[in-house]
């Protein structure tokens, strides 16, 4: 059966929330998947930051068959050795010589979730008198109702209005964020959520500067910072967090994609005992969050990442993949935004949408989150030869999608 046939089946089985694929997948290694009709793709994507491993990683692949021999789902009145063992780990690299005294994690089975979790505990913690909430203009943080709240463009939300929280979006400028605390406005704020690097938004990093100011005013007013690391966590900047780098430590930390190397695991992890405490039993829950083959792939990945040095690939790739995009010198090419292996390519004409469609057909994969950026979030294990690949391809491509930009323009011009 070919890829046009199976596509037909998934439009007739599944809910049109995604819009037609581009293909139908089959395998996987490495950092190359495979389609249907045999095409071979280099996977820049990585499933939305999610495949760290890569695909058919031997570590994912044995630390998961060896669980499910033994335990695969227990439920939540049971405690499993690799649920308490990757909550542990989790708590060891969360903050740089671990989390403080009287952390706790919670897990989920998504990013989503993690920030339900987090927008649940700040929600329950702020009473009735800390009802406000704070996230930055062109913010991302989920699709469930409360982390809907937080996300910024309207798109998302209008639909499903109206919202249950009230949430206040601010601009990325520290005197706004200043503010947004002043006075008696400080006093009923529950929690400023920030994603250190806005991946929906166009990989736009938020400066250290500004993260530190967050801390500061958060803390003074007693408010809760959350910090949204879904995208950016487990070494996909070249640290395990890429809050690490401005050396604060939040509130509350939200985990998924990468967490598992490919299983769904998400986690909301407390920094404090005070955070840690407030969710108590009853208050929150999940039948299928922390199961055995979850916190099997967390602890494979943790140890991965470790065994094999890959934060420190991660960092040297990213900055030699970052120059060479930039060596190119390329006319449509502003800008490289981003840290370690989450980069966007920024374009001075708005052709994102047909450049990672003309991609996908060189045989890259990547995504186009606005209409002037390609993302980049390739499996951590990449190495310069592959992300060459893509850097020699693409002036080609970047020329062919300006001619076609510019005769659509000409033809437009003429039936005009």
């Known amino acids: 059966m070919d890829v046009k046939e199976w596509i037909t089946r998934y439009e007739n089985s599944i809910m049109n929330t995604f819009g037609t694929p581009k293909t139908v997948l089959t ?33 994912i692949v044995t630390a998961l068959h060896e669980q499910v021999e033994t335990l695969g789902h227990v439920s ?60 930055l203009e062109n913010s991302f943080h989920g699709r469930t109702m409360g982390a809907l709240s937080l996300t910024y463009k309207s798109i998302f939300r209008d639909p499903f209005q109206p919202m249950p929280a009230e949430v206040d979006f601010l601009p990325y400028n520290i005197a706004a964020l200043e503010r947004a605390f002043e006075g008696a406005r400080g006093e009923s704020v529950a929690a400023l959520f920030i994603e250190p690097i806005q991946g929906e938004a166009g990989v736009r990093p938020i400066s ?104 420190s690939n991660v960092q040297n790739v990213g900055e030699i993949w970052k120059r060479e995009i930039l060596e190119l010198e390329h006319p449509l090419i502003s800008e490289v935004r981003g840290r370690g292996l989450l980069l966007g390519i920024g374009l001075r004409n708005p052709l994102a949408k047909p450049l990672a469609d003309e991609l996908f057909r060189a045989g890259f994969i990547v995504n186009a989150p606005d ?16 992300t060459r690949m893509f850097t020699q391809a693409l002036p080609e491509v970047l020329d062919r999608v300006q001619r076609q930009a510019d005769e659509e323009i000409r033809l437009g011009g003429t039936r005009a």
């Open 27 to 59: 395998r996987g290694a490495g950092c190359f998947v495979w389609d249907e009709d045999g095409h071979q793709y280099l996977d820049l994507l990585g499933g939305i930051a999610v495949n760290a491993l890569g695909h058919g990683h031997p570590n």
């Open 76 to 135: 939540n009145y049971f405690a499993t050795q690799p649920q308490i063992e990757a909550a542990e780990r989790i708590l060891s690299i969360v903050e740089p010589g671990g989390a403080p005294q009287g952390s706790r994690v919670f897990f989920t089975n998504s990013g989503t979730e993690a920030l339900e979790a987090a927008f649940k505990l700040a929600r329950a913690r702020g009473g009735a008198n800390r009802n406000r909430f704070l996230a």
């Open 208 to 311: 250290d500067d500004f993260l530190k100011v967050a801390r500061e005013v958060t803390s003074r007013a007693g408010a809760l910072l959350v910090l949204d690391e879904v995208q950016t966590g487990m070494g996909r900047t070249g640290t395990w967090m890429a809050h690490h780098s401005s050396g604060i430590v939040p509130d509350v930390v939200t985990l998924a994609k990468g967490l598992g190397a490919g299983f769904p695991v998400g986690a909301c992890v407390a920094l404090n005992a005070e955070a840690a405490s407030v969710l108590k039993p009853g208050m929150h829950g999940s039948t299928f969050a922390g199961n055995p083959l979850a916190g099997a792939s967390v602890l494979a990945m943790i140890n991965t990442v470790t065994e094999e040095g890959l934060l």
């Open 371 to 386: 209409t002037f950026t390609i993302r980049l979030a390739p499996p951590l294990i990449i190495n310069p030869s592959q």
